[in-house]
């Protein structure tokens, strides 16, 4: 549980190195690219990999119904988050992002 929080705690940094200054809380809103290197060749949403990592290692750890019941909960919200912001790429950068979506998986 432990390897697997710090797992996770590397590739969220790892991902906000990665993506530089566009690292963004919100949607990119200004001049941005499209990041496709670093951890970003390998997933398309390393720091939700990231995130989902920490969240099964707290329910590992904590094995309590309460937590699992969250973690799924958050897991299935950070989901939904990327569907949407997979929709707003696929606008803002059209066939650039179609083709690195071909390229590279969603998770791993």
Known sequence: SYIM??????????????????????????????????????????????????????VIFTLNIVTALMGIYSILIYHFIILAEEKFLEEKFGGEYIEYKKRVKRYI
Request: glycine content about 10%; hydrophobic content about 40%; overall charge positive.
């Open 5 to 58: 929080s710090f797992a996770g705690l590397i590739i969220i940094v790892i991902s906000c190195i990665n993506l530089g200054n566009s690292n963004r809380l919100c949607l990119p809103v200004g001049n941005t690219r499209l990041k496709v290197t670093g951890l970003y060749k390998l997933s398309r949403n390393p720091i939700y990999l990231g995130f989902n990592r920490l969240t099964i290692s707290s």
